[in-house]
């Protein structure tokens, strides 16, 4: 009976370290096409970025923030990589062409254009990154002089991104 019970332990550690060695096998190939998803993203960034005369930088920063850089990414309403509600942005989709927000870059087409727009309105990247994240509720409190987590944050990390690219 102990050689039984030795030998099913043994049979048990070694089927243990065999499924420790498969996640690891499929770990490091999901990072590897995920780190290939995100340069081809960061790529696509930098054009839709640099079309919008906005800082593709802000554009990840976003990003980061909202989504994780996961494109299936759901909140309420709310899609994709830059978090985009549909309902919001019907019009601006069909003025796009976009129509899967769970594309990546459809959303971040959309989010981009979004972003272009709010500058333009507003200038003040806090006011547009406040308003970005909570809409009027967010102009609001940034008129009172108020910034919040989210502006303060998003801009902190835009800026050690554009460190990190040499800007």
């Known amino acids: ?76 309403p709310c899609i994709g990589l830059m978090q985009i509600n549909p309902a919001n942005h019907a019009e601006r989709m069909e003025r796009l062409g976009v129509e899967d927000l769970m594309d990546p870059y459809d959303n971040i087409l959309v989010g981009t254009d979004f972003l272009a727009e709010l500058f333009w309105e507003h200038e003040d990247p806090y006011a547009v990154l406040m308003y970005y994240n909570a809409g009027t509720a967010g102009l609001r409190d940034w008129r009172a002089g108020k910034y919040s987590d989210y502006a303060v944050e998003v801009a902190a990390r835009s800026a050690e991104l554009e460190r990190e690219h040499g800007k």
């Open 1 to 76: 009976m102990d050689i039984q019970m030795k030998e099913e332990k043994r049979v048990r550690y070694v089927l243990m370290l065999l499924f420790i060695i498969l996640l690891i096998v499929i770990w490091s190939i999901t990072v590897d096409a995920r780190e290939s998803d995100l340069e081809e993203w960061r790529d696509y960034i930098e054009i839709v970025a640099v079309d919008y005369n906005i800082c593709p930088e802000l554009v990840e920063a976003v990003i980061e923030r909202e989504s994780s850089w996961r494109p299936d990414a759901v909140n309420g």
